[in-house]
């Protein structure tokens, strides 16, 4: 008898209760909503896990158009964190995702330490909250946010408010735009992270030749999708090495394929962005690509491949 | 909503860049509301990357003539502007579009409504047409006024429910009225209950201005902004209201002119 | 009468004669060989310049394969810098370019300051060169290399060395993997740089699904092609601000619309890399665009658009 | 070394995945020499960034039967293993290749060979046709030995130039020897001159063993490697040989057996 193959993870091994998952396909934040939207069409609830769009303490009406400029491979976007705000989160989408099987993570994005700190306050034993993911990168706001992510210290001080502040797992989102990712990396571990997912959005810019300007408002954007895969890659197999804690892989992630580099290179789970847009059942699809890739290569547990190719490494039953 | 690939099953070119797609899609056609449109992908690669709005031109109906569409039929009605547009315009019969629908909030006519106007500029004109089938299968009397810059952008009048009473201006004069269409409206605005647009921007503040000396009349537009999802996940495809800023995919396309900052 | 438009750009404006070339469309180093090979093809005589092979002192064999990976809109390079060495570069091919109208320069590469000091005095006064672009971020070699484009201070080192070394137009070549790229720029600038020119490729990396192991001997690898335009693009705009220098944009640039796009965020020129694979006749097509650009829009002179998309500065006709 | 857009004329599927397509190409034909390239871009867009490489497999010339080819028309013999060989293969008539070539150099007959043995492992079989076809109407006389896993993978007999000595071998016997196409060469060998052979390196390795036992027979090797620019530019194509790194675009695909280190 055959086996289904075992493709469970848990991201957060340090945590009281952990965070244990059925898969390691997760959708990332701001390119799946609450979760709610393709619900009727993908099967949210065969997913690793949600993670809700980025939260803020206030509603947020983001950056005015344009948001989305098409690059080669590649989407710039400059939506500025447009959001509900964490009280009708709290009061409107929790409650629905508590009937969920599947478990929901909601991303944090304050402009202070203290910010952070009072956002996974609110959300700490929110019935249908599964986790945080915190937002210390995204690149379409004003300085404040993206300091937090440039420099290990700021990361490190944004970590150990939001662990103190809740006793739901954390999961600490890395900038690509640091300038020594690796080191920011080690200083959110430190700061008690459970685990840490990369890459948010790359800044990069366009020029809308009309107007001879650039595209967007405040010039740069944030690139994702296929364009950014082999960067994405790179950084998280430089980071899945210089930490101890769950490393999720994240960047133009959009199949199976895609899944299997991230994991190889020592991601213990992925994310599915932008590809969603271009396939909504694109994360359903890697869930299901993976275990039939176990079974294929007659594996029994998706850990078998997990960090396969990181140097030091002997790839079992992997043909050299 | 459905995502699902569809079968071409006749392709037309209305004019040159011009092209009428009818697709063989049971699932859309039965879900499917005028208004609502479709998310289509271009292309089997990354590049490019998202799927483009086209909104649903017609459904077919058993027993109704719509142009010629067969129960089980949706026509899509596309210009050729670029990459995602040529690449759907150059489909040929027999291959299969990837289509997500349908989405959005379409046209709502309020119960009251016995005489509809339907104002189209250019292509806006596309989904207009679906909601004059409907509204004339409904049995309301139907006015569309359609303006492009020369005949070519015409939508021939031989395709549209002959119930429909059909206006035309075009910018150099070279089919019905020389003008704008908002220059129609006097006319036809005092006849109407209801009023539905598609079209430029510029056509939609004229039609503001012209609505503000009868206030009583209630628009619906519909708007375009660049989309990523189109359902409503990624914020990217947000206009301007009275209520804060609103995504077009979800909360539109239909909008009521009123909430809409022009 | 409608005069042809002025194309004409000077790269080197702070040395004695100068470096003026006859359109701002370069072909990248590594993309285009010695000129020789496409000769038939391109009308490489019609080019702005032509930038060789990177060069080394000692002719190079370069890195195992695999050396070539595609990528979504990208392509992933591990070459090594093989190459003829110097010396062959002069004795063979600035003979040839010496009867061209199309002038050369040449790329170098060194593993130490004196290296490159010796690289540039060994091209000095030879006839058929037109100037060095000086290398100082090349990820495919050993430390020695990426290290100089890293910091400021090596940067700086390697600079001062080739512009005392050489009477030759020097244009520095900067890396978009140094922590700080406008700082890089900054201190090139003031060690003497003619120009800089940015970006070289962006470290990446791939896995071998079949072998569960990195794609590349050396794990990572240099991205360039459409993928990363969105980011050289926003480096350019950077660097463009901060430096009196002309810059010349490279990254991903396949058409008309991609140059316009750098000259608008700043750049004095444009090199054409990767795209010259899929259509040879990729930077020539540029020139002809450019020209029929300017036509359109009642321009006369390519500087009328350089820059134009700049803080600060007021598009002449463009519509805002 | 041109570089233009040539309309297919012809499109057969020899076996499933395996496609042969014939394209209208006079400055292609003129030109090409038996062994060289043709480097093939696959869509329109960025997404796949890189031309092809795929061998000429065939050209037209008046008077001579080439499997049916015009004159002025080149054959390509395609296997689908991946998106740029499928985007290929789903070509149709009349829809035009964007092809750069003729490219690297070809197969040297020597001037003294009277019989040329020619070595084909799966697909490698597709230049060596040319070859073949050049070969017979020089005078020469040619055998052809090929092997693939099964009979369907067997180029047909029929498109040879009926001259051509033709051995075949399938792995599991389903058509001429069972075995692999260098268990035939033991028996053809000795009546060869000089040896040609294009396949996987497993083979090119076994005949270099089988020619260590008759040092005097000199053998060339066509050698695939990814490859960027297909020109020499970029160096990403090289393989190892004798004389240091060699560009197979560039330097080959042919090189002497010899030459290389396996
Ligand atoms: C709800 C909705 C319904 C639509 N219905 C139809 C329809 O029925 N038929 C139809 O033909 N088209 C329709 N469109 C428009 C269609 O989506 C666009 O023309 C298409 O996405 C353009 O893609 P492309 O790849 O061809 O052009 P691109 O290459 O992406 O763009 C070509 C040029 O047009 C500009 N451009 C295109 N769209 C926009 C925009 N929205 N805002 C600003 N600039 C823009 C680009 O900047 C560029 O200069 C609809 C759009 C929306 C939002
Ligand atoms: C000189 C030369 C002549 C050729 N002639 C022909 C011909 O006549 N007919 C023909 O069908 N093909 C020919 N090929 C092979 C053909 O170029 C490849 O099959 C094609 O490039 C694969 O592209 P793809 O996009 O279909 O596959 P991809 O998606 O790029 O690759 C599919 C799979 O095959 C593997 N792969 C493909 N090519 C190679 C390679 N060279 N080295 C290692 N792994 C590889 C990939 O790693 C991947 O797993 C020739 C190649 C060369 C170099
Ligand atoms: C439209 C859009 C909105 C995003 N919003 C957020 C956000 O609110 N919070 C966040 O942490 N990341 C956000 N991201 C980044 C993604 O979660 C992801 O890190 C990035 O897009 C790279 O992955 P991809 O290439 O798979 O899209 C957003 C990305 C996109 C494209
Ligand atoms: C195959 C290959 C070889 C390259 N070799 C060199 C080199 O020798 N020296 C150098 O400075 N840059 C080299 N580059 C970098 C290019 O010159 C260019 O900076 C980079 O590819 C980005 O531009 P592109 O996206 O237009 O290709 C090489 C790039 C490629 C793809
Ligand atoms: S397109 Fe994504 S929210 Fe509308
Ligand atoms: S493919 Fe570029 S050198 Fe051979």
């Known amino acids: 008898m055959i086996l289904p193959p075992n493709l469970s993870v848990e991201l957060a091994p340090n945590h009281k209760q952990g965070l244990p998952l059925r898969n390691p396909v997760l959708t990332a934040s701001g390119t799946f909503g609450y979760g709610t939207e393709y619900a009727a069409l993908a099967d949210c609830q065969r997913l690793g896990a949600i993670i809700c769009k980025g939260t803020t303490l206030e509603p947020r009406e983001g950056n005015p158009q344009p948001r989305l400029h ?8 400059s939506i500025g964190l447009q959001n509900i705000g964490v009280r009708a989160v709290v009061a409107e989408k929790a409650r629905i995702w508590a009937g969920w099987q599947v478990p929901v993570l909601v991303n944090i994005a304050g402009e202070t330490v203290d910010e952070f700190a009072r956002l996974a306050e609110t959300l700490d034993g929110v019935p249908g909250v599964a986790g945080v993911e915190v937002n210390i990168s995204c690149p379409n706001v004003d300085a404040g946010y993206v300091a937090f992510g440039a420099r290990p210290e700021t990361a490190a001080a944004v970590t150990r408010a939001v662990v103190q502040a809740t006793d739901l797992p954390v999961m600490v989102k890395l900038s690509p735009n640091a300038p020594d990712v690796v080191e920011v990396a080690r200083a959110v571990e430190a700061a008690g992270a459970h685990s840490l997912s990369l890459i948010n959005t790359i800044l990069g810019m366009a020029i809308d030749l009309r107007r001879r300007r650039p595209v967007f408002a405040r010039a740069t954007a944030g690139l994702s999708g296929p364009a950014v895969k082999p960067i994405a890659l790179r950084l998280v197999y430089e980071v899945a090495q210089a930490v101890r804690v769950p490393v999720v892989g994240i960047g133009g992630i959009a199949t199976t394929e895609d899944a299997l580099e991230f994991l190889m290179a020592g991601a213990t789970a992925v994310q599915v962005g932008t590809a969603s847009f271009a396939n909504p059942r694109a994360a359903a699809d890697v869930v299901d690509g993976l275990a039939a890739f176990l079974l294929r290569e007659g594996l029994q547990d998706i850990h078998d491949i997990i960090g396969v190719a990181l140097p030091g490494r002997v790839p079992e039953g992997g043909l050299t | 909503m459905i995502q699902a690939r569809f079968p071409i099953v006749a392709r037309d070119e209305l004019a040159p860049g011009t092209v009428l797609l009818r697709l063989r899609a049971p699932a859309l056609a039965r879900a499917a509301r005028a208004g609502q449109f479709v998310h289509v992908r ?15 031109h017609r459904v077919g109906v058993a027993g109704a003539d719509r142009g010629g569409l067969q129960p089980d039929e949706v026509a ?30 379409g046209f709502r006519p309020e119960p009251k409504a016995g005489h509809l106007l339907l104002v189209g500029g250019g292509l806006g004109v596309a989904p207009l047409v679906m909601l004059a089938d409907e509204a004339v299968r409904a049995g309301l009397a139907v006015t569309l006024a359609m303006g492009t810059r020369t005949a070519a952008g015409v939508f021939p009048a031989r395709l549209l429910p002959e119930e429909v009473e059909y206006a035309v201006a075009t910018e150099d004069g070279s089919l019905g009225q020389k003008g704008l269409v908002t220059d129609l409206l006097p006319a036809l605005l005092p006849w109407s209950d209801q009023v539905f647009a598609c079209g430029p921007w510029p056509m939609l503040r004229a039609l503001r201005r012209l609505l503000q000396l009868t206030p009583a009349k209630r628009a619906q537009v519909s708007l375009e902004e660049r989309m990523g999802c189109g359902v409503g996940v990624c914020y990217g495809c947000v206009v301007e209201t009275r209520h804060g800023r609103r995504r077009v995919c979800h909360d539109g396309p239909v909008f009521n002119l009123d909430d809409v900052v022009l």
């Open chain 1, 70 to 77: 098409e690059t080669a491979a590649g989407l710039l976007n």
């Open chain 2, 42 to 56: 271009c292309g089997d690669s990354h590049d490019p990357l998202l799927r483009r709005p086209i909104s649903l």
């Open chain 2, 76 to 105: 899509l009605l596309l210009q050729v502007v670029g990459r995602g547009s040529a690449w759907l315009a150059q489909r040929r019969l027999g291959d299969e579009l990837d289509v997500l629908g349908p989405l959005g909030r």
